[in-house]
């Protein structure tokens, strides 16, 4: 299975980085993983509702320029359903088992993502109510990709 994570922005933070890396390796027996990055719409210090609005739909075009249109594509969406870690492995192994070799995980940026990514998604998926960074999200969904695989291995997790 092929998982590309396409997010708006790059990440500064070493400690984030290493993270990331760290997660990228742990992945690597079970998926080709890649990470690809869209630079960020630039916008005035004080953006207008319809200025921010706009900025979502150029960054949505970006992204789907990005995603293959064989691959399953989640959404990360703060308006999205909640899955639990197990029911994202289940989501994860039904996607394979029907026939999808490629999911694509895509993170907004700054304000969010747009209709179009929302219309375009096969799933929306939300980690949570809480506003979360763009940079830190992109950890956290790492991890649990890699918990995913972990549990439908039956690999023990947690110690």
């Not at 890396?21 to 319809?50: G, H, Q, W």
């Not at 989640?74 to 999911?103: R, Y």
């Not at 790492?142 to 110690?159: D, N």
Request: aromatic share 8%.
């Amino acid at each position: 299975m092929k998982i590309t994570i396409t997010a708006v922005g790059g990440i500064k933070e070493k400690y984030l980085r290493d993270a990331i890396d760290e997660y990228m390796k742990r992945l690597r027996p079970f998926a080709k993983i890649e990470i690809k990055e869209i630079v960020n719409e630039k916008m005035s210090n004080t953006p207008s509702k319809a200025e921010k609005e706009q900025t979502l739909l150029r960054e949505g075009e970006k992204l789907l320029k990005a995603v293959s249109p064989d691959a399953f594509l989640f959404v990360l969406d703060v308006k999205g359903a909640m899955l639990t870690s197990e029911e994202l492995s289940a989501k994860i192994d039904s996607i394979a088992l029907n026939g999808k070799s490629e999911i694509v995980f895509v993170i907004g940026g700054t304000f969010g993502i747009g209709e179009n990514l929302r219309k375009a998604a096969d799933f929306c998926l939300s980690f949570s109510k809480m506003t979360f960074t763009h940079q830190m999200i992109r950890v956290l969904l790492l991890e649990q990709i890699y918990r995913s695989f972990k549990i439908s291995r039956g690999e023990k997790y947690h110690w």
